[in-house]
């Protein structure tokens, strides 16, 4: 069946440091891949998301591009600040008509000053 | 406008009670669905509603576990003879235009089950 697997965590980084954070998919269709994060309290975001090979999402200055040779899409910032201090997850859908989410087990990110 | 609400945000029972947990979704959202997320692991789909039908609840993990949504738009997660392995943090989302790839799902912050 379909999966995601994320590297796992937690990931410290002093601020302003290059952020990756792997992800790798295995599906049986063509998949739309999504990033979604969780701040302390908060209930999931999206992040960004990519529907065809070679598209690049990004927001709030991450950025993640659709690798279908490598059935990747690894999360990365150039400059990571202690407010993007979260747990990420990585996901995808082939749901035909509406998004049936397969996560990844979520990588926490902690940013200290 | 107010986002995906669930009630209660925590829930603590005894194990083989029966418990309802409640999701109102954005108002005008059509597609509604609930995600259970053990600790330590990523939400697992449980059912898909567009409108008031279950189009999807191949994810509900055995016959103790029921959703309803009737009239298309508060939905209930019903979990009958609760056992200890249904602790978990259930999550409610919703999007607008049928669910399709193109929009958003926008996520509840998830109602706290303890089994005891």
């Known amino acids: 069946g379909d999966s995601v697997t994320q590297m796992e965590g937690p990931v410290t980084l002093s601020e302003e440091a290059f952020l990756t954070i792997n992800c790798t998919y295995t599906a049986t269709g063509y998949p739309s891949l999504f990033w979604y994060v969780q701040y302390p309290g908060e209930g999931l975001q999206l992040l960004l998301k990519?529907?065809?090979?070679?598209d690049k999402g990004s927001n709030k200055g991450f950025e993640a591009t659709y690798r279908k040779e490598t059935t990747s899409f690894h999360l990365e910032k150039g400059s990571v600040q202690v407010s993007d201090s979260a747990v990420y997850f990585c996901a995808l859908s082939t749901g035909t008509g509406f998004q049936k989410l397969v996560f990844g087990t979520g990588t926490r990110l902690l940013v200290s000053p | 406008g107010a986002g995906v609400s669930q009630t209660p945000s925590n829930k603590v029972t005894e194990k083989g009670k029966y418990v309802e947990l409640r999701c109102d979704p954005i108002?005008?959202?059509?597609?509604l669905y609930w995600y259970r997320q053990s600790l330590g692991q990523g939400p697992e789909f449980l059912i898909y509603f567009q409108g008031t039908g279950a189009a999807d609840d191949s994810g509900l993990p055995n016959d103790r576990f029921f959703a309803v949504r009737p009239e298309g738009s508060v939905s209930t997660l019903k979990i009958q003879r609760t056992e200890r392995g249904d602790s978990a943090v259930y999550l409610c989302?919703?999007?607008?235009?049928?669910?399709?790839?193109?929009?958003?799902?926008?996520f509840g912050q998830g109602t706290r089950l303890t089994v005891v």
């Open positions: 108002s005008g959202h059509t597609a």
């Open positions: 989302a919703s999007s607008s235009q049928g669910g399709f790839m193109n929009t958003e799902a926008f």
């Open positions: 990519a529907t065809k090979a070679d």
